[in-house]
């Protein structure tokens, strides 16, 4: 792929489209690509994990708080499975007290009671 590829698709995604369908129905169009929409999603949904870093220094900045005795607790908006292995992947998982997955506690933003979930968790 090349830059000009490259900035498109980057630009398409700061655009902040929601929908992940919409997002990959304008790449399969642009690019002419054969696949179907919900296949080329589905791929990317298993790499997702393996595209995202936690930077070493909010691992760092993480350890600190939970040494100074804060509590910490991580709550994600999007599904389950893609989360967890997200938060397995890059550590934070073991970085934290406690995490919340939005998939798996029926709550999504914009909902008002997402923001309840950590002082519940670190009740746990």
Partial sequence: ???????????????????REAFFTRVQEH?????????????????????????????????????????????????????LRKLWRTGLAEAVDAYALSGAEGIRKPDIGQSAMPAALLKR
């Fill in 31 to 83: 690019f002419g690509l054969p696949e179907p929409v919900e296949e080329l999603w589905s791929r990317y949904r298993r790499r997702m994990a393996y595209l995202v870093r936690c930077r070493p220094e909010v691992l760092d900045a993480l350890a600190r708080l939970r040494a100074a005795g804060w509590r910490v607790a991580i709550v994600t908006n999007g599904t389950a499975d893609n989360q």
């Fill in 1 to 19: 792929m090349g830059h000009e590829a490259g900035n498109w698709l980057i630009a398409l995604d700061q655009a902040g489209d929601p929908h």
